[in-house]
């Protein structure tokens, strides 16, 4: 990370943590936001899978083998120690487990992961999701894909059908074969351009109880732009905005607003 956006991220925080406002839920008049808010994003309760999900990360950080990536994102690739992408590409911990309540909570059919990765997140939401659901997940490396199935084979997450290549070209694609997208995450190519257009495609699949997760939505000028442009679309309604991850909702019972919670890492 370059230090303008170091710089960047120090000053997002700090603007972050002075608005902040709706701890625990309250100001939140809609019901079914509170609940989301108060018992599932602030919940700390530990599930029985997230001890062998946790493994595996920490099994990650200690692996010294080197794989060739092919990043369609930033164009970049090369090789690569694994322990240095767990490092820097992985979600947090308390990040992906409160995806999983969500998820959880949901009991979604159809969910949808950009950027696959290592698979922790990717555990997460199958484990969460159920064996009724499918999680589809996109991945442009296959040597990220391939070890990714070590991991859902350690864990045990099923119901994951992985989609390769570029994500620009393979998400239209599929897309086309999908009625109703229940659930997705952006977590794929951090740019403005790509991410608003990922959303869009998501967008257009999403019925009232849809949600769609943004990871990253402060991490860099363009992410932070590409949220400001997400929140004004004209499907989306509530927004819940905790600086690593947004949520967007698309029920129009809800108030158009976005709300700033402040989670700490």
Same mark, same amino acid.
């Given at each position: ?26 100001? @939140? ?34 692996? $010294? $083998?080197?794989?060739?990536? #092919? ?22 911990? $308390? ?40 999680? @589809? ?25 992985? @989609?390769? =290549? ?5 998400? =239209? ?19 403005? #351009? ?33 949220? #400001? ?37």
């Amino acid at each position: 990370m370059q230090a303008d956006d170091i710089i960047y991220r120090c000053l997002s925080r700090m603007r972050h943590l002075m608005t902040a406002r709706n701890t625990l839920g309250y100001g @939140v008049h809609s019901p079914h936001l509170y609940y989301i808010i108060r018992f599932l994003i602030y919940d700390d309760n530990r599930y029985y899978c997230f001890a062998p999900i946790e493994n595996e990360r920490q099994r990650l950080l200690r692996a $010294k $083998k080197e794989i060739g990536i #092919e990043d369609f994102g930033t164009g970049i690739s090369g090789k690569r120690r694994i322990k240095d992408i767990a490092r820097k590409a992985l979600m947090p911990a $308390k990040e992906a487990q409160m995806l999983f309540r969500i998820v959880n909570y949901m009991k979604p059919l159809t969910v949808i992961e950009l950027g696959t990765s290592l698979g922790i997140t990717t555990a997460y939401l199958s484990k969460a999701a159920g064996r009724e659901s499918k999680v @589809v997940t996109f991945e442009g490396s296959k040597t990220l894909t391939d070890e990714a199935k070590k991991v859902w084979k350690n864990t045990g997450a099923e119901g994951i059908e992985t @989609v390769g =290549g570029n994500i620009d070209k393979t998400l =239209g694609i599929r897309m086309k074969s999908i009625d109703t997208m229940d659930f997705a995450l952006i977590d794929a190519n951090h740019t403005y #351009e790509a991410t608003v257009r990922y959303f869009r495609q998501l967008a257009s699949k999403c019925g009232k109880k849809s949600i769609i997760a943004v990871d990253d939505i402060h991490n860099s000028r363009e992410m932070s732009r590409a949220w #400001e442009a997400i929140k004004t679309e004209e499907a989306v309604t509530a927004t819940l905005d905790m600086y690593d991850t947004g949520l967007v909702f698309f029920d129009k019972c809800l108030m158009k607003k976005n709300y700033v919670l402040r989670v700490d890492n």
